[in-house]
């Protein structure tokens, strides 16, 4: 890949609030990656038609989902075993 260079201008306190808070390497980064997300929409987008139109994907998932309601069927009317006072440590 080729790689161009570009200077860009940027307000003071926007500067000063990303060199506070990342090193220069993590700037670039975070800056060729926000600039990526926004050139590139439609990349996912295209990718994700694609996965839709693929019939024999689609037909796979239906089956898995169909198999799992299967396996989960009945299991509604079932005691829970766990509560939360069960819990040693809760992520926020």
Known sequence: MMHRQMTITLDETV???????????????????????????????TGYQAMAADNEREAAIAF????MQ?????????????TLADLKERWQ
């Open 70 to 82: 299967q396996a989960l069927r009945g299991m509604e009317d079932e005691p829970d075993l766990y």
């Open 64 to 67: 898995s989902v169909m198999g």
């Open 15 to 45: 500067y000063d609030a990303l060199h506070r808070t990342m090193s220069e390497q993590q700037m670039r980064q975070f800056i060729k990656e926000l600039i990526r997300a926004h050139v590139f929409t439609n990349t996912l987008d």
